[in-house]
């Protein structure tokens, strides 16, 4: 991007459009482990070296940010406004507005969407969007505001009460995968096979290096020395379907739903810069991708995880393509059930789904997870010669989100 307008060709100018809002720039953390290696880290910190890398690749001063937008599912004792602290630690000034939103799995994707319209009615020229997750210190509470005059307090797990329970139906979104698996008949083999794919597909994209570019290296600090926290530890090498098929399901009775074909429960933060088009021609820059289109739909609460049917299937009417002209897709893994419940709804051709493997076996860093699919949906992209992408997510609550990204 540091490059100069005399230093791009004509085509290069020609394809970006004053009026279209552009990625400039995208970058992710490594994803650490529940209680891993990230888990000394706050979610402002992992989101604070997220943003200042997305602008360090672009070449842009901090001062220039108009506004950053991050989201974060798990907020509970971790100090206002979470983002802005990201913001500021990053080195963003402090005349640069910062707020955090809250769409739970679809925080990341959302913030990216709101950047987006930002510059398109004129707001903003030059914004920060993303989202940063630390599940490891989401805390336990006890309410004691208004005191206890007899028995026992009962002590509630943030993460699991505010993260991972629907609150229509105190259903934990295990439960709702198992609703899901029973709706579209998918079998607990079908499950595990999924699983052990993303497993082996994110092993690969390890060993061949696909994920370097896309990932930021954390420095972690420790009693000894710091730590250069450069890869994802999620993932488990070495996976295989028979030893997946050992595992007890977790949610409900003779249920198929279990520990190794649902997503993990993981710290990282993910970003994107994001530019007005007059903005990417007077700085003379050559952009990652164009964004085309946003979708956000609501099912039920129940069957949450089949959110991104409908999401898809809405964000495609508006770019205006047709299913079988999107080069690739990364539809979030939340289960395996959800998964393919969503992949046998849309009809989309599972070879291009999710290619170098799933939070399956990255790991769902909830508020942090939308910006992450977009990030390696764009250096997928780039790395496989295609064009069109669609990033997407279901949402707690019954939703989906989705958004289409052209290469240019």
Known sequence: FLGTLSSLAAADLGAVAIKEVYIVSAARTPIGNFLGTLSSLAA???????IKEVLHRAGVPPTDVDEVIMGQALTAGQGQNPARQAALKAGVPKEAPAYLINMLCGSGLKTVALGCQAIRCGDASVVVAGGQECMSRSPHVLHLRNGTKMGEAKMVDTM?????????????????????????????EQ????????????????????FVDEIVAVSVPSRK????????????????????????????????VTPGNASGINDSAAAVLLMSGSEVQKRGGKPLAKIVAFSQTGICPKTMGAGP?????????????????VDLFELNEAFAAQALAVNKGLGVNPDRVNIGGGAIALGHPIGASGCRVLVTLLYALKRTGGKRGVASLCVGGGMGVAMAVEIV
């Open 309 to 325: 049917i409908s999401a898809v299937t809405k964000v495609l009417e508006k770019a205006g393509w047709k299913l079988d002209e």
């Open 225 to 256: 020395e710091t730590i250069n926290f450069d890869k994802d530890e999620y993932p488990k090498h070495g996976t295989t379907v028979e030893g997946l098929a050992k595992l007890k399901a977790c949610f409900i009775k003779d249920g198929t």
């Open 44 to 50: 402002a910190d992992l989101g604070a070296v997220a």
């Open 191 to 210: 499950q595990d096979a999924f699983a052990a794919k993303s497993q082996q597909l994110a092993e690969e994209s390890q060993k061949k290096g696909y």
């Open 160 to 188: 699991l009460c505010d993260g991972l329970t629907d609150a229509f139906y105190d259903l934990h979104m295990g439960v709702t995968a198992e609703n899901l698996a029973k709706e579209f008949e998918i079998s607990r």
